[in-house]
Nanobody
Framework: VQLQASGGGLVQTGGSLRLTCEFTGSRFGINIMDWYRQAPGKQRELVASITSGRNTNYADFVKGRFTISRYAYLNTIYLQMNSLNSEDTAVYYC?????????WGQGTQVTVSS
């Protein structure tokens, strides 16, 4: 099983990015796909989740700005990020539940400049 996150980059405050997570391998037992982020010196935090039934959940700090979606039964998930600010600067990762895939992938860097 592999996860590959991409789509990060440098964007100005107020800008947008769309992240993509490609999943390859067995999907057995995987019900949820998550986006996480980790800023320098901080712990990794959950950003958004989507279930196989397309139910979504968001951390309070991204509600109304980020949208998680999926294509082809969790093979590919997206994170549309709008109204970005400096606090969104982090490495973004995707992973699965209930079984978290280890080790974590490299993630994709998002940098928001003022």
């Amino acid at each position: 099983v592999q996860l590959q996150a991409s789509g990060g980059g440098l964007v100005q405050t107020g800008g947008s990015l769309r992240l993509t997570c490609e999943f390859t391998g067995s999907r057995f037992g995987i019900n949820i796909m998550d986006w996480y982020r980790q800023a320098p010196g901080k712990q990794r935090e959950l950003v958004a989740s989507i279930t196989s039934g397309r139910n979504t959940n968001y951390a309070d700090f991204v509600k109304g700005r980020f949208t998680i979606s999926r294509y082809a039964y969790l093979n590919t998930i997206y994170l549309q990020m709008n109204s970005l600010n400096s606090e969104d600067t982090a490495v973004y990762y995707c992973n699965t539940r209930p079984n978290v895939i280890l080790p974590w992938g490299q993630g994709t860097q998002v940098t928001v400049s003022s």
